[in-house]
């Protein structure tokens, strides 16, 4: 008995021993060591809030163009690089190099890559329409801006109305000759943009008005300037000084042509649209007799400020028209680094 009685005494002290030492270890000693076996108490000042912990998602947005080896499109990136830079958000930015196989690859990449909106300058309007239905399956919102695509899947527009654009130069042109009986040639931009759709529509808009004007050639020289020389150099060949005027439908066609013309002697008034630099130069120095501005940076801007707007739910515009503005002689000092 006494023995048992001196057994139970001996455990219940080791038990009281184990018992302090086991209260007086601290949580780390206790835990498997990592890093989130211990999380700081949530009312402690150490604690990150959840915000802090988890910061908002920055917004990243896409952006192909249909070439960014022009000053316009090199206009519509800058502009959109500045307004990201400025509000905190991520910009990609894609050259299509004028081909619409190029730029559905570059939204497929776009879509992978997780960005949250497509901002589409399509090279061909009808071709393009595929990378819209590839976006839209993605959830991906997809805003046209500058030329269009045949797609009602497309989430918004923002652009200048080309046809308008079209029928301004060519009235300008028929105005500033004051007569309605003489010759003219027309350069195209890439067949199928819907630039050069529209455009040409307004200038055949104001040639079934003039009977009398004659065409003598048309041709696209894929807003370049350097085919534009080399295609006008053929025409003036072929034509010589029978063409009277040139309808160029941007400005570094205009430029382009009218450097083959200047070279072979020649003066034959120019116009164009876009009112690049160099235009509004040629403008004043009295080589183009005007252009019709297109403003590149109210488009991008528009254009990004509708895809963060369905990006966060909110309502967006179907349709956004920025209006040309004609650069003159008169006005073109107004236009020397506008934007």
Request: hydrophobic share 40%; glycine share 6%; charged share 20%.
């Amino acid at each position: 008995m006494k023995h048992l009685k001196k057994t139970l005494t001996l455990f219940l002290a080791l038990f009281l021993v184990v018992a302090t030492f086991a209260a007086c270890s601290s949580p780390a000693q206790q835990a498997t060591p990592s890093e989130s076996s211990a999380p700081a108490e949530a009312n402690s000042p150490e604690a990150p809030s959840a915000s802090a912990d988890t910061p908002a998602k920055k917004l990243k947005i896409g952006a192909t163009y249909y070439s960014l080896q022009n000053e316009f499109t090199m206009r519509m990136d800058n502009a959109a690089k500045k307004y990201c830079q400025e509000n905190g958000i991520e910009l990609i930015s894609y050259d299509g190099n004028y081909d619409a196989a190029t730029q559905l690859s570059q939204i497929e990449t776009m879509i992978a890559d997780g960005c949250d909106a497509i901002i589409l300058n399509p090279h061909d309007a009808v071709a393009c329409a595929a990378g819209v239905e590839i976006a839209h399956q993605a959830g991906i919102p997809v805003v046209g801006v500058n030329t269009m695509v045949e797609s009602d899947l497309l989430t918004s527009y923002v652009g200048s109305q080309d046809v308008s654009a079209g029928e301004d130069i060519m009235q300008f042109m028929i105005d500033h000759l004051g007569k309605d009986e003489f010759n003219i040639v027309i350069i195209e931009g890439p067949m199928g943009q819907s630039a050069q759709l529209q455009r040409i529509e307004g200038i055949e808009n104001i040639l079934a008005k003039y009977p009398k004007i004659k065409e003598l050639a048309r041709n696209t020289a894929n807003w370049s300037r350097s085919e534009a020389m080399s295609l006008m150099e053929t025409w003036i060949n072929s034509f010589g000084s029978d063409i009277h005027a040139v309808i160029a439908e941007n400005d570094e066609m205009a430029l382009g042509a009218r450097q083959a013309i200047e070279d072979a002697g020649l003066d034959i008034p120019c116009i164009g649209i876009d009112g690049i630099t160099d235009a509004v130069t040629a403008i004043q120095e009295g080589r183009m007799i005007a252009s019709d501005f297109q403003n590149a940076e109210g488009q991008m801007v528009g254009a990004i400020e509708a895809a963060v707007k369905a990006v966060n739910g909110e309502q967006v515009e179907q349709f956004n028209w920025i209006p040309f503005e004609m650069i003159t002689p008169e006005n073109a000092v107004e236009y020397v680094n506008k934007y």
